[in-house]
């Protein structure tokens, strides 16, 4: 019955835009993006602006001990998880380091490296791997109009610290620069878009039929007279190119040859910096499950007090 409601309702979307089509063009716009919102959302009841009472809930005793156990949960878990987010990315930034003067030293790709902590009589206590991955999260400036994209990104290599041919290969060897190709929106088409400086620029009435066509296509149910289709000079309005880097397959198993010192290697990861963090932790695990626990209440006690 949902699924016959849903379609019922993208039917009646497609068919209230061509029956608003020769209403005029700046209402059939607004129909258009309401009925393309309406058409796949439940609508909702207007609240009144009206300020209401305060009421008060009142609790079984099972919703109780529920909410009360949230309470604690919650005042607890605040100054846990802040030591644990800083902590984390603390040694995340050590243990980057770390790995950088193995992958300088070998002048390649290292596994992920295991951390021990031992107990006096040397049994395992706790432990955990250090994981680098071949992910990146970049910082790369975006070219301005003039700007030739390549150039941009050897000079930034430059000024982190590599020599000049070395920024050069690693830019041409490692970084795949072919521009991205995306579709407009139909919201952008129809109403206009943010400019430079946050400036709105209304859409041309060119944009604006070419974003009714695109609704008319995506819409269309596939009864009736197909819409109209987009002309050459149309589509150069819908599809647009945007400057985009990818960083190439392998790329850790050759960083290093790009770098005189483990400081050059750390300034490439400054700007193409690897998806690193430290898991698959075991705590306490030679300990019993009671040794275990009370470890544990330990931890959070000196945690919550600092």
Known sequence: MANNKSVNNNENAADSLRQTAAEGQGATRRASLSQLNASGKKTTKATSCKEKAEWVMELTPEAKATALRWLSAKAVLGPIKSREENCKAEFTEYGTRKVAEQIFATKGKVSN??????????????????????????????????????????QTFTDAGLHPTSATQLVDNELDLSPATNLRS???????????????VPATSQEQAVGQKLLDLV??????????????????????TADSVKVKSGFLDRVATYCQSVDQLMAIFSLITPVAYPGYDKFAESDSDEQRLNRKVDACREIIGS
Request: glycine content about 6%; proline content about 8%.
């Open 219 to 240: 819409l269309w149910n596939g009864s009736g007279a197909a819409p109209a289709p987009l002309t050459d000079e149309e589509r150069l309005l819908l599809i647009v």
């Open 186 to 200: 139909p919201k952008e088409l129809m109403e206009g878009h943010y400019g430079e400086n946050r400036m709105f």
């Open 113 to 154: 490296p295991k951390v021990y902590f031992r107990k006096e009589d040397n049994s395992l206590d706790h432990h955990f791997t250090f994981v680098l991955q071949d992910r990146f999260k970049l910082s790369l400036p975006t070219p301005k109009e003039d700007q030739d994209h390549r150039d941009l990104l050897i």
